[in-house]
């Protein structure tokens, strides 16, 4: 979850799911709603999903820019493959990433990017979680890794830029539950390095802190054990690359979080009802993250 300029919104749902069995890859899409729908209760305001490999709309060898665009945005003059999802669309194309958030931002100077990268197309609206997954037509994605955030918004604007994820590097996401008491120090010290911000959003600040060690050629075990020595607060966070997904829980373990593993996927929910609709569950192992520790999977 994620204050704005209005406020805090205190109760957010998190899922995960990074496949280790390249035969489920037809099926994210369609266990991802499974799992959004366990975690809808939590935040029913509105909802962000992220997919990796879904090649209906990254095609191999493309580049991709999710944005949030008008509904009368003209795209024709892209030149590239656009879909649009509710308040979304994703723009990919042969070329480089620089070059493609180039020519979207210059032909939208006023849209927000949302995600960018090779591999990743990122969805953010309003409105309840499971209309939303049918607006986005998660059912039908395919790919190797997803995740997603519900949000119940009790005092903050309920709009899709304060939507989760947060994905400010290229192929990069993060989802938050919880709050960071010094994101404002962080934030400060993060300008002063040149870094740019695009909300007042304390998740945003943890998503920008996570990306800057990433592109300082940390992995995301260590970039996540080092957000733990500087943030203070109640969290539980789920970050995902290119490489994989980890998640970390604050000293206090105060956010709810539940992982699943089986020899075919390795998961992660807010609550187990996010889990239920998983093959194998009834034989994974199960287990609270530990407080404080780092848990990261590699593709």
């Known amino acids: 979850?994620?204050?704005?300029?209005?406020?805090?919104?205190?109760?957010c749902g998190i899922v995960g799911l990074h496949l280790r069995d390249p035969g489920l890859y037809p099926q994210l899409g369609r266990l991802m709603v499974s799992m959004l729908d366990g975690v809808a209760e939590r935040g029913p305001d509105s909802a962000g999903v992220a997919v990796y490999g879904d090649t209906r709309?990254?095609?191999?060898?493309?580049?991709?820019?999710?944005?949030?665009?008008p509904p009368d945005a003209d795209t024709g003059g892209l030149d590239a493959v656009v879909t649009r999802a509710g308040d979304t669309t994703v723009v990919a194309a042969p070329t480089g990433l620089?070059?493609?958030?180039?020519?979207?931002t210059t032909a939208f100077p006023t849209a927000l990017v949302v995600g960018t990268g090779h591999d990743l197309a990122v969805y953010k609206g309003t409105g309840h979680p499971g209309a939303l997954a049918?607006?986005?037509?998660?059912?039908?994605?395919?790919?190797?890794?997803?995740?997603?955030?519900?949000?119940?918004?009790?005092?903050?604007?309920?709009t899709p830029e304060g939507c989760h994820p947060f994905s400010v590097g290229p192929d990069?996401?993060?989802?938050?539950?919880?709050?960071?008491s010094n994101h404002a120090t962080i934030r400060r010290e993060l300008?002063?390095?040149?870094?740019?911000?695009?909300s007042e959003n304390d998740s945003e600040v943890g998503a920008r802190y996570v990306a800057s060690r990433l592109a300082q050629g940390e992995d995301l075990e260590k970039a996540l054990l080092a957000l733990r020595e500087v943030f203070d607060g109640f969290y539980t966070l789920?970050?995902?690359?290119?490489?994989?997904?980890a998640v970390v829980r604050d000293p206090i373990a105060c956010k709810p979080a539940i992982v699943a593993e089986t020899d075919a996927w390795v998961a992660m929910a807010s609550e187990f009802r996010g889990l239920t609709g998983l093959p194998g569950i009834e034989s994974a192992r199960l287990y609270e993250p530990e407080p404080g520790r780092v848990y990261a999977w590699q593709r």
């Open 1 to 11: 979850m994620a204050p704005t300029k209005e406020g805090l919104s205190p109760m």
């Open 57 to 69: 709309r990254v095609p191999e060898g493309h580049a991709a820019v999710s944005v949030l665009l």
């Open 98 to 104: 620089d070059e493609l958030v180039a020519r979207v």
């Open 134 to 158: 049918a607006t986005y037509d998660l059912a039908g994605a395919s790919g190797w890794q997803a995740l997603a955030h519900t949000r119940m918004a009790t005092e903050s604007a309920v």
């Open 172 to 180: 990069q996401c993060l989802v938050h539950n919880g709050s960071f």
């Open 191 to 198: 300008e002063h390095a040149g870094v740019r911000f695009d």
């Open 238 to 245: 789920l970050v995902t690359s290119a490489e994989g997904f």
